[in-house]
């Protein structure tokens, strides 16, 4: 099992750029496949990134391409989400997620393990 935390969400500028952190707990970490999500007010939650095993394969949602990275360090048990270029309508609770095993990354449905979400938002 494992507990995530998510810090580094905030009020930002339109085109500025935030990190968001996600420490998980818990000493099979380089296991699991890690995302993110988000959601805003009215919206279902959206698939942003996610990135598996090592970090040799990362995925990114359509909105997000070229704007955001996603990373991850093993030794600290953390990922993080490195959001440049923003935009208000990137506005939204971002949440981590994690899973041993996922068949699609993009799917919320996959991902057994959430935290609490941490909220950014984009002024214009």
């Known amino acids: 099992q494992v507990q995530l935390v998510e810090s580094g969400g905030g009020l930002v500028q339109a085109g500025g750029s935030l990190r968001l952190s996600c420490a998980a707990s818990g000493r099979t970490f380089s296991s699991y496949i890690m995302g993110w999500f988000r959601q805003a007010p009215g919206k279902n939650r959206e698939f942003v990134a996610a990135i598996i095993w090592r970090g040799r394969s990362t995925y990114y949602g359509d909105s997000v391409k070229g704007r955001f990275t996603i990373s991850r360090d093993n030794a600290k048990n953390t990922v993080y989400l490195q959001m440049n270029s923003l935009k208000p309508e990137d506005t939204a609770v971002y949440y981590c997620?994690?899973?041993?095993?996922?068949?699609?990354?993009?799917?919320?449905?996959?991902?057994?393990?959430w935290g609490q979400g941490t909220q950014v938002t984009v002024s214009s």
């Open positions: 997620a994690a899973d041993l095993s996922i068949r699609v990354v993009s799917s919320e449905r996959e991902y057994d393990y």
